[in-house]
């Protein structure tokens, strides 16, 4: 599916859905992307990055239906930005908190996505070729 076109006046809400949850699935993964490997990393660079990204999912979740993926976008949002001064143990538990928060989306999204493609109306296809040619021999 194409994400690139922005026009969507003449979208039908399956095509917008799609690309919705498309974006979204991307979006995720640069969320992964962005949280290091080693919770003390979590830089105040890097919890915004976060915070900007989540906010970008959660905001557009819930008019397309998806509720639960609003909220632990908000979540996350919100837990970057209390990242702060803190201590190393608080890191490290901000840190598995961000991890377990992003996996969860990543559950979501993926599962709405692929709940979506089921529903997608296959293209036309005309009837004859649906109907087995015979030869003759």
Do not use: W
């Amino acid at each position: 599916m194409n994400t690139g076109d922005t026009s969507t006046s003449q979208m039908s809400r399956q095509a917008l859905t799609l690309r919705f949850l498309s974006r979204a699935r991307e979006d995720v993964g640069q969320l992964r992307t962005c949280l290091p490997i080693e919770p003390l990393a979590l830089e105040p660079d890097v919890l915004a990055n976060l915070a900007r990204i989540a906010h970008k999912i959660g905001s557009t979740a819930e008019p397309f239906g998806y509720p639960e993926i609003s909220v632990i976008a908000g979540a996350v949002e919100l837990l970057a930005h209390d990242g702060g001064k803190r201590t190393a143990r608080e890191r490290i538990e901000l840190g598995m908190r961000l991890q377990e928060k992003v996996a969860a989306l990543e559950i979501y999204v993926e599962h709405a996505l692929a709940e979506a493609e089921l529903l997608e109306t296959p293209a036309q296809v005309p009837v004859a070729s649906g109907v087995p040619i015979f030869r003759r021999r």
